[in-house]
């Protein structure tokens, strides 16, 4: 018994050490072709190598051609070379063009150096205008000096009238001020009648004060209808409490009658009670 089933034991072994075998050979050849350290090279088959270094070679190539490690050129052919190098003048224009990246002004042609220069001006002008960035004032023209300084008045008119970025009061002309103002104020009143922070009642004007109240009266209305806990009874005037009150009672009937939903029994009228035995 013992030996038959030792037998049996070898017979499966040596039907499924093949699959196993060809399995740890494709995951080998995988681990080639990427490059990862758990390849085994000596388990290759001849066409396999093949295609383990075709990999390895096209992975140096990309390599090459975006700027990554490692890269080795000994290895690319003349028109590969060729292919990389035109890669690496295009990079390297697109970065002195958009100042990012790593840009080397001696590997450009005059041409190339002129449109880059041109880019550098107007980068540095958008940046002056903007107050973002690194500006550059001595690089601007007297005509761009003069744009750029209309620029960041308009920018600082705009921050004050919109409470935002850097305000500088100090710069504005008497009637920019007067218009920052109007700005702020109706910018404080927009905040105290939605229930905002940054709420300055002493900055209301009379009519503003009464819409204030108004609005207030109507969120605090809308949240004791929804029963939630910013609600205050003590602001609802005898017809909104009485609405109220009747609208919870018809909710709670509801509710019993219902099986669905909080139900005090307590509160139904006797006429309710008898009702809700009724099929």
């Known amino acids: ?35 990862r350290e758990t390849c085994d090279r000596s388990k290759l ?11 390895q070679h096209a992975r140096n190539l990309s390599n090459c ?16 070379v060729t292919a ?16 990012m990246g790593s840009c080397d002004p001696t590997k450009l042609t005059p041409s190339e150096a002129r449109d880059s220069s041109s880019a550098e001006r107007k980068r540095n002008l958008a940046d002056c205008k903007d107050g973002i960035g690194d500006c550059d004032h ?12 209309t620029a960041r008045r308009e920018l600082n008119v705009s921050d004050c009238k919109n409470g935002a970025g850097l305000c500088d009061h100090a710069k504005l002309t008497p009637a920019e ?12 009143a927009q905040n105290c009648q939605n229930g905002w922070d940054e709420c300055d009642r002493s ?18 209305l809308t949240a004791c209808r929804d ?23 018809k909710r709670n009937y509801i509710a019993c009658r219902k099986g669905y939903g909080y139900c005090d029994a307590s509160r139904l009228t006797a006429e309710e009670t008898r009702s809700l035995s009724r099929p």
């Open 65 to 80: 051609r975006n700027g990554f490690d490692p890269c080795d050129r000994s290895t690319l052919s003349p028109r590969e």
């Open 84 to 99: 990389m190098a035109v890669a690496d003048h295009l990079r390297n224009v697109s970065a002195c063009d958009s100042g």
């Open 227 to 249: 029963g939630q806990e910013t609600c205050d009874y003590a602001k609802l005037s005898p017809s909104e409490t009485a609405q109220l009150a009747d609208a919870e009672h």
């Open 1 to 35: 018994m013992k030996t038959t089933l030792q037998r049996c034991l070898i017979v499966a072994c040596l039907a499924l050490c093949p699959n196993i075998f060809a399995q740890s050979s494709a995951e080998n050849l995988d681990a080639c072709k990427s490059g």
């Open 177 to 188: 001020t007067k218009e920052v103002t109007l700005a702020e104020n109706l910018r404080n």
């Open 138 to 149: 001595s690089q601007l023209t007297p005509s761009e000096a003069t744009a750029v300084n």
């Open 203 to 220: 900055k209301l004007s009379p009519a503003d004060m009464a819409q204030m109240d108004t609005s207030d009266h109507k969120r605090n």
């Open 45 to 55: 088959s001849a066409p396999e190598l093949t295609d383990a270094a075709l990999a």
